[in-house]
């Protein structure tokens, strides 16, 4: 299940909800379009209690879940059109532009649904939630089973979707996908939501992450005896003659300083990424042979 789980996201937003298989995305989203009711609290959308009220919360938005279960009988064409009836609404310019851009033409709609390919289903799935123009976007794993250029073009329509004031709920297990999206960001582990932040506040952190490569095992003791005493410097790991370190940008002087009285053949730093960031969350199931190692 999921716990005290409190979010919301906003007009012309991207939320993303990050976290592994099993960790309370797909539960939450059942609750948010009105599948399930909650124990305790309410699920609202655009001020409408969702369980309740699911039929009229329906009409406003565009839902692709998780696991992708076609009705079988249908041709891709015709569950096309079931959707159409079932939204009351019939967008064929809109519906044109979303089969272009995923590649879905007459000759593959024509195919029953069960014996299309993952990928297909996937395609087919993401059309029908985007056809309507709906307000609220919810989407469940969107990009699982797509190729790599669909999936850039998947990113693409998310950034303009947000430019025309959609409100997206984005969840996902994949990095890059959340990343190059999301306004802002929450991780979820065993049902409770662990952070949520800004994404550009993590991009623009002041901490940094530097890998520094020693000629010898000698050089790399001695030179991290001498940074514990740099107050924000942090030894996250080291390997041999290389050392993985993080600092805070205002010690980085003092930093290379010690640098520069060290025997080093290799230095390169980085920004935390959203993956270090997540693992930090995980670290324990990594170690010891969690689902994420």
């Keep these: 299940g999921v716990f005290n789980v409190n979010l919301h996201v906003d007009q012309g937003e991207a939320f993303g909800f990050l976290g592994p298989n099993g960790a309370g995305k797909s539960t939450t989203i059942r609750?948010?379009?009105?599948?399930?009711?909650?124990?305790?609290?309410?699920?609202?959308?655009?001020?409408l209690e969702t369980f309740d009220h699911y039929a009229e919360v329906l009409n406003h938005v565009?839902?692709?879940?998780?696991?992708?279960?076609?009705?079988?009988?249908?041709?891709?064409?015709?569950?096309?059109?079931?959707?159409?009836?079932?939204?009351?609404?019939?967008?064929?310019?809109?519906?044109?532009?979303?089969?272009?851009?995923?590649?879905?033409?007459?000759?593959?709609?024509?195919?029953?649904?069960?014996?299309?390919?993952?990928?297909?289903?996937?395609?087919?799935?993401?059309?029908?939630?985007?056809?309507?123009?709906?307000?609220?976007?919810?989407?469940?794993?969107?990009?699982?089973?797509?190729?790599?250029?669909?999936?850039?073009?998947?990113?693409?329509?998310?950034?303009?979707?947000?430019?025309r004031g959609k409100t997206i709920l984005l969840s996902s297990h994949i990095f890059s996908e959340i990343d190059s999206t999301c306004d802002r960001i929450a991780i979820i582990k065993d049902g409770h939501i662990v952070s949520e932040f800004v994404a550009d506040d993590l991009k623009h952190a002041s901490r940094k992450y530097y890998t520094v490569t020693f000629r010898d095992g000698a050089g790399k003791d001695a030179f991290l005896d001498k940074v514990g005493a740099i107050g924000s410097a942090n030894i996250l790991r080291t390997e041999?003659?290389?050392?993985?370190?993080?600092?805070?940008?205002?010690?980085l002087n003092a930093f290379i300083a010690l640098?520069?009285?060290?025997?080093?053949?290799?230095?390169?730093?980085?920004?935390?990424?959203?993956?270090?960031?997540?693992?930090?969350?995980?670290?324990?199931?990594?170690?010891?042979?969690?689902?994420?190692?």
């Design 31 to 47: 609750h948010l379009m009105g599948f399930s009711r909650p124990d305790s609290g309410c699920t609202k959308m655009e001020g």
């Design 240 to 251: 041999e003659n290389e050392a993985y370190l993080s600092i805070e940008d205002s010690d």
């Design 62 to 163: 565009g839902y692709i879940p998780g696991e992708i279960a076609l009705p079988a009988g249908l041709t891709g064409r015709e569950f096309i059109r079931m959707m159409q009836k079932l939204q009351k609404i019939e967008n064929e310019q809109r519906l044109k532009e979303m089969k272009d851009l995923f590649e879905l033409d007459d000759e593959i709609l024509k195919s029953e649904t069960k014996r299309m390919s993952l990928g297909v289903k996937r395609k087919l799935a993401v059309v029908t939630a985007f056809m309507s123009d709906p307000d609220v976007l919810i989407l469940d794993e969107p990009t699982s089973g797509l190729d790599p250029v669909m999936q850039e073009n998947f990113i693409s329509l998310i950034h303009k979707e947000k430019e």
């Design 259 to 293: 640098l520069s009285d060290a025997d080093i053949t290799g230095f390169s730093n980085r920004r935390e990424s959203l993956e270090d960031y997540f693992l930090k969350f995980y670290k324990e199931d990594k170690d010891f042979g969690g689902a994420l190692k």
